[in-house]
């Protein structure tokens, strides 16, 4: 199983972004995906998620401006980011668990991750 997470970059505050998560050897169909943080210095943060039945679910920090979303045909998770802030500058990871139904935590207990792709919000 491979997660191949792309889209950062480095952009000013207010501004959006579309961060993918494609992946490979699985069917998407089966998997509960999930977007975690990593800023400079901090610990591991959970972002939000979506399960197998496609609900979602967030951070207050990010409620209202992201908007997660799945292409099963595509095999890739979408993480949708307006007006975005300085503070949403981290590295992003997605991650992936077969364990499907409501399964969709808000902690790092997901079997496979991506590499990660840097967003950077600064004038």
């Known amino acids: 199983v491979q997660l191949q997470a792309s889209g950062g970059g480095l952009v000013p505050p207010g501004d959006s972004l579309s961060l993918s998560c494609a992946l490979s050897g699985v069917n998407l169909d089966y998997y509960a995906i999930a977007w975690f943080r990593q800023a400079p210095g901090n610990e591991r ?3 939000s998620c979506i399960n197998s039945a496609k609900s ?8 209202g401006r992201f908007t997660i979303s799945r292409d099963n045909a595509r095999n890739t998770v979408y993480l949708q980011m307006n007006n ?3 503070e949403d500058t981290a590295v992003y990871y ?3 668990d077969p364990r499907g139904g ?3 935590p808000a902690i790092p207990n997901y079997r496979y991750w991506g590499q990660g ?3 950077t919000v600064s004038s």
């Open 102 to 104: 409501s399964y969709c």
């Open 94 to 96: 997605c991650a992936a």
């Open 56 to 63: 979602t679910h967030y951070s207050d920090s990010v409620k």
């Open 84 to 86: 975005l802030r300085p």
């Open 117 to 119: 792709t840097l967003v």
């Open 45 to 47: 943060d959970w972002v």
